[in-house]
């Protein structure tokens, strides 16, 4: 097998883990791209969609549409992040054990997103007031944003195009992942729904807007991190923790049928009850904690990041 061959396939198990981590709320797809030592790889292929790259296809110059993106790169990306997204909505679909074993998954997302707290948190010890105030306010954006945008906001292209560009701006932020976004837009199933079953009503605004996020938002955050590192890292954190309780596990939901398929209406978090179901969430919990950690480690030792700095 040839060089490029194999590079083309390695770039396809990439995208797979890269997708997967996507797929999953709490998993952060730009977090395995920085352990696979692929990330500021990712930065610049997607700096490379900008606005040149636009410009020369609305004045139909296609040698620099066609050369100007790192197609060699992204094109087999997106292929394993395709296989991955593909697996999670029709092999196991993911949307559908939401509503058959509601516990048992939350409890799994529940443990992602302490793991990430944790992750994000480790590094800056000892805890400064100047510190506490970035971590304050993202506790506060969370809490705010997630008071005024409901669970069960209506599927309308608007808010479906809007949901495109927030998860297109967290997939590329390390320590968030895209998907969370979407599970606390109470979006997830409805898009993973959509992608499974190939519905354009939902899939185009979502596409559109995942599109318009990356195009335009991906180098404005990317100056963003480079330049406060620090406050958006612990702005994160706070706005993570403030998320944990429409996460939580143990919540009496209300659903109802939509054009054929149960969505949920809304859910109220409830203490649980002492019972088997309990326990063995519990342990998912710390299974999903473990992940993470095990992620930081692997992230640690390899030392992607400082190795791809240097050599920038």
């Known amino acids: 097998m040839g060089k490029k061959a194999k590079t083309f396939l390695t770039r396809i198990y990439q995208g797979a883990v890269m997708g997967t981590a996507d797929v999953v709320p709490g998993v952060s797809g730009a977090t395995m791209a920085l352990i696979l030592g692929i990330y500021l790889e990712l930065v610049n292929a997607i700096k490379s969609f900008d606005t040149k790259w636009l410009r020369a296809i609305f004045t139909m110059r296609w040698d620099i549409a066609i050369g100007r993106p790192h197609f060699m790169f992204v094109i087999p990306l997106l292929s394993g992040i395709g296989i991955a997204i593909i697996f999670f909505t029709q092999i196991v679909p993911l949307p559908k054990l939401l509503i058959s074993h509601p516990e048992k998954i939350y409890s799994v997302f ?3 997103i302490i793991g990430s707290i944790i992750f994000l948190l480790r590094s800056f010890r000892p ?9 304050a306010v993202g506790l506060a954006l969370g809490f705010t944003v997630l008071s005024i945008v409901p669970s069960n906001y209506p599927d309308t292209p608007l808010f479906i195009f809007a949901t495109g560009i927030l998860g297109a701006c967290a997939m590329i932020s390390p320590g968030i992942s895209g998907s969370f976004v979407l599970l606390l837009l109470g979006k997830y199933s409805v898009v993973l729904d959509a992608i499974g079953n190939i519905e354009p009503t939902i899939l185009i605004p979502f596409i559109l807007g995942f599109g318009v996020g990356i195009c335009l938002f991906a180098r404005l955050l990317s100056s963003i991190i480079q330049k406060f590192p620090t406050a958006f890292t612990l702005g994160i954190a706070g706005f993570l923790t403030a998320s944990l309780y429409r996460i939580w596990p143990f919540q009496e ?6 054009h054929g398929k149960l969505r949920l209406v809304s859910s109220s978090p409830e203490l649980p009850v002492l019972s088997s179901t309990t326990l063995y969430s519990l342990v998912l919990v710390i299974i999903g904690v473990s992940i993470i950690l095990i992620i930081q480690y692997f992230s640690q030792k390899k030392s992607v990041y400082s190795q791809q700095g240097k050599t920038s």
Do not use: A, C, D, N
């Not at 805890?127 to 971590?135: A, G, L, P, V």
């Open 110 to 112: 529940f443990g992602l």
């Open 127 to 135: 805890i400064t007031w100047k510190k506490f105030f970035f971590f």
């Open 253 to 258: 939901r209300i659903y109802t049928t939509l």
